[in-house]
């Protein structure tokens, strides 16, 4: 059975920084693409970043683009999410998802789901 599991949550004042990582486990990842999603209180769940089997294919939302970093590591099957320059509106829970293949900025693609960490940003 697949699990994830998010750590590295926190409150941050506004351009300060965090690093999420995804821990999972029950079967080899090495052919997944993995990715991060957020949702904050009265909104959707929203696309954040993604990152295909080899990490050399990544995507990010417009909104974290040039301040979001995503990386992988297949040998310890986690994927961490650093994040700089905070700002308010990044205030969310933050998920890590995975599905087989290709990436995809879809909430719907990815039958896995970790159960998430909360992120506050202080303006």
């Known amino acids: 059975q697949v699990q994830l599991v998010e750590s590295g949550g926190g409150l941050v004042q506004a351009g300060g920084s965090l690093r999420l990582s995804c821990a999972a486990s029950?079967?080899?990842?090495?052919?997944?693409?993995m990715g991060w999603f957020r949702q904050a209180p009265g909104k959707e769940r929203e696309f954040v970043a993604a990152?295909?089997?080899?990490?050399?294919?990544?995507n990010y939302a417009d909104s974290v683009k040039g301040r979001f970093s995503i990386s992988r590591d297949n040998g310890q099957n986690t994927v961490n999410v650093q994040m700089n320059n905070l700002k308010p509106e990044d205030t969310a829970v933050y998920y890590c998802?995975?599905?087989?293949?290709?990436?995809?900025?879809?909430?719907?693609?990815?039958?896995?789901w970790g159960q998430g960490t909360q992120v506050t940003v202080s303006s």
């Open positions: 998802a995975v599905r087989p293949y290709d990436i995809s900025p879809f909430v719907y693609a990815y039958p896995h």
């Open positions: 990152i295909n089997w080899s990490g050399g294919i990544t």
């Open positions: 029950g079967r080899t990842f090495s052919n997944y693409a």
